[in-house]
Nanobody, 124 residues
Framework: QVQLVESGGGLVQAGGSLRLSCAASGRTFSTYAMGWFRQKEREFVAAISWSGGSTYYTDSVKGRFTISRDNTKNTLYLQMNSLKPEDTAVYYC????????????????????WGQGTQVTVSS
């Protein structure tokens, strides 16, 4: 099992940046594929394989958001640049076990573990 705690949300003006973090407990973080979703019916945002070698983004954030992970710190990140008002949402990180180093997952139902969420508000 893994427990996830997000942080880094806040209020920012349009065009600004935020970096979200997701701290994970457990010794096997490096074997979990991870993802970020946002509350609009848990819309998929970005995903990363356990190795960090494979990433995937929803079209609306490509070129603006970057997902990354530091397996030595058991932490997942989402760097968000050029933020827009439509990015306003509660952001959740999610995790699931995987055996493939390059596997990533984009559907909510594919993830077993979720954090409590962090609010991101972008003002116009």
């Amino acid at each position: 099992q893994v427990q996830l705690v997000e942080s880094g949300g806040g209020l920012v003006q349009a065009g600004g940046s935020l970096r979200l973090s997701c701290a994970a407990s457990g010794r096997t973080f490096s074997t979990y594929a991870m993802g970020w979703f946002r509350q609009k019916e848990r819309e998929f945002v970005a995903a990363i394989s356990w190795s960090g070698g494979s990433t995937y983004y929803t079209d609306s954030v490509k070129g603006r958001f970057t997902i990354s992970r530091d397996n030595t710190k058991n932490t997942l990140y989402l760097q968000m640049n050029s933020l827009k008002p439509e990015d306003t949402a509660v952001y959740y990180c999610a995790a699931r076990t995987t055996h493939g180093g390059s596997d990533y997952y984009t559907a909510e139902y594919e993830y077993a573990y979720w954090g409590q969420g962090t609010q991101v508000t972008v003002s116009s």
